[in-house]
Nanobody, 121 residues
């Protein structure tokens, strides 16, 4: 089994910054895509940003120019640098990873439990 543990969420004023981290552990051979989704009250869960291990990225238009995703393959960790935060960024942020298990050809999706980001105006 694989576990994803997020950290770095919190309360920040509009215009401020946060850096989210997500570390994957467990029976991992390779992590393919890895990244972040978020869900605000009354809204559907949406893509924030994802990246493959070789650097192909995908991100929501609402965060382009403000958020930057990166990953450290050796540490099985993905980061989200969030700058110029806005109240609309307030949400529960979930880490996501698509994982090839060690000793297996099976590929599974895993989710963290979420870290809360709250942006005040």
């Amino acid at each position: 089994q694989v576990q994803l543990v997020e950290s770095g969420g919190g309360l920040v004023q509009a215009g401020g910054s946060l850096r989210l981290s997500c570390a994957a552990s467990g029976s991992i051979f390779i992590i393919n895509s890895m990244g972040w989704y978020r869900q605000a009250p009354g809204k559907q869960r949406e893509l924030v940003a994802t990246t493959t291990r070789n650097g192909v990225t995908n991100s929501a238009n609402s965060v382009k120019g403000r958020f930057t995703i990166s990953r450290d393959n050796a540490k099985n960790t993905v980061y989200l640098q969030m700058n110029s935060l806005e109240p609309d960024d307030t949400a529960l942020y979930y880490c996501y990873a698509n994982v090839v298990g060690r000793g297996s050809s099976y590929i599974d999706d895993y989710w963290g439990q979420g870290t809360q980001v709250t942006v005040s105006s």
